[in-house]
């Protein structure tokens, strides 16, 4: 009994031991000018602050809901699971569950996603119907999430100025099936020219200096300067100055940042309150342990700014965020605009209809548009988008190859068996599904032809069948190299 208290207490000293080294090294990282700056502002907060960086950072993910509703996600997940309780489609996850490394992430039945940031698209309540507008969108988790509230119906305008960072967004809006999103690589300025008083509600999450995302990015701890601060709030403002004119009247226009810097948060908020008359403050229902916005920080001491919402790790299991919820008054709507038009070769139109009166059991329609020798369905109500940088100008179908259609990654991650004359299913645990996602061939028997490819039943991909073999048609540079 001696030789075991010995032992565990020797345990808990070398415990002990690499948590203070942890801290030592961890609190090294962080840069110095920001420890004296939180330790102003938190005052007596600030000790239970600094333990937070003592922790694992949090990691969640948000099912799609497009896909696959909450009940039966929860039913199949081979994860370790816990609600967030700001989202019920969102759950915490294991540090021993790699959900990025399942088929079911490739079929795009879930996002991963920091949980504070889920409560961002909570907050911004889009409704079906609406035209939407998230204006700094990439990597896509607020895209993303956005468009499962849409169900389908109305307009996302997904924009992001960097290029390879809007590939990315385009990527994840395709896995996620999402039919009714435009991808732009655009300014802000040249969007609110063509855009003006177009959209029920904007996002604006903003590019901010990233102290929220200290735990989980050592990068952004490395980027980090007072100096940024102050060039990511006068950014920001001129954002939101351009995002403004973008939104109707009576719209909602929701500003987000993951830093704690209150130049970023209230006082960039608080300012552009004060020089936008038209423009409040929405109070809106908070969840348990988040706080409210601070006026003592904001411009010239606005009080309406405690309606917004600050996201602190000491308090809950999420990274550093701020959300203000804004509305535009009422007032004159815009003129009626011209929509963009299908445009489209009939003959080309007949190559498309061919292939799924011959493989799918529900032809998809709309406002058809080619862009260079690839089909797309527009969303009905966007307007024209030429001039513009576009990624992806709606539902991708396919493509127009020499006297024939090839349909693409996007159709089938958007499409469901029901949906599809022939299916081929794989389970998830299966030697076939790995060499699916890894580019190879699968032996298969059955009709000729186009088989949309399932994992569990739920749609991963294409597969061409033909001398009882299922040549792989998942794209090549998503092709996985793990072997099993």
């Known amino acids: 009994m001696i030789e075991l208290k010995l032992e565990l207490y020797i345990v808990a000293m070398i415990k002990r031991e690499y948590t203070l080294i942890f801290e030592v090294i961890y609190m090294d990282s962080l840069p110095k ?14 000790e239970d602050f600094l333990k937070s960086y003592q922790e694992d950072r949090t990691q969640g993910l948000r099912v799609n809901t497009l896909k696959i509703c909450v009940e039966d996600f929860a039913g199949v997940s081979p994860f370790n699971l816990q609600d967030i309780p700001w989202i019920r489609e969102g759950f915490y996850y294991s540090s021993k569950d790699e959900p990025g490394k399942h088929p079911y992430h490739e079929a ?13 698209g909570e907050l911004m309540d889009p409704k079906p119907g609406e035209k939407i507008l998230d204006l700094c969108a990439a990597p896509g988790g607020k895209a993303t999430h956005i468009a499962t509230k849409l169900k389908g119906k109305g307009v996302l305008l997904a924009n992001e100025i960097h290029p390879q960072r809007a590939r990315v967004l385009s990527q994840n809006i395709e896995r996620m099936g999402i039919k009714n999103a435009v991808v732009t690589n655009e300014t802000p300025n040249r969007l609110a020219r063509r855009f003006p008083n177009y959209f029920d509600r904007i996002l604006v999450d903003a590019p901010c200096s990233g102290e929220g995302m200290f735990r989980k990015n050592p990068k952004a701890c490395a980027e980090w300067s007072l100096d940024k601060v102050s060039l990511c709030r ?8 351009y995002a403004k004119d973008m939104l109707k009247p009576g719209g909602r226009l929701v500003y987000s940042t993951c830093t704690f810097s209150p130049e970023e948060n209230e006082g960039v908020i608080s300012e552009f309150v004060k020089f936008n008359p038209d423009f409040g403050i929405e109070d809106v229902k908070i969840y348990n342990g988040f706080d409210r916005g601070r006026a003592d920080w904001a411009f010239e001491g606005l009080k309406d700014i405690e309606n917004t919402i600050r996201i602190w790790p000491h308090k809950v299991r999420g990274e550093g965020h701020y959300i203000a919820i804004l509305h535009k008054l009422e007032g004159k709507e815009a003129v009626k605009v011209r929509y963009a038009e299908g445009m489209v070769n009939k003959g080309k139109v007949e190559e498309y209809l061919k292939f799924a009166e011959e493989f799918l059991l529900d032809t998809p329609r709309g406002k ?17 988008l030429n001039g513009l940088k576009v990624l992806r100008p709606g539902w991708h179908l396919g493509t127009f190859k020499k006297n024939r259609f090839e349909p693409s990654h996007a159709l089938a991650l958007s499409l469901k068996g029901k949906d599809a004359k022939y299916t081929w299913s794989l389970d998830r645990n299966s030697h076939e599904v790995m060499a699916y996602l890894r580019g190879e061939a699968i032996e298969a028997m059955g009709p000729k032809g186009w088989y949309l490819v399932e994992v569990d039943g739920y749609s991963i991909g294409w597969g061409k069948l033909s001398n009882n073999l299922l040549k792989n048609h998942y794209p090549k540079g998503l092709r996985w190299n793990i072997y099993v």
């Open 108 to 120: 795009g039945l879930y996002y991963i996603q920091e949980p504070s940031a889920m409560a961002v």
């Open 368 to 384: 058809y548009i080619l862009f260079g020798d690839q089909l797309y369905i527009i969303p009905l109500e966007m307007l024209p």
């Open 33 to 46: 000018d920001f420890l004296a700056k939180m330790e102003v502002l938190l005052k007596e907060e600030y």
């Open 234 to 241: 006068d950014r920001q403002l001129d954002i939101l100055e």
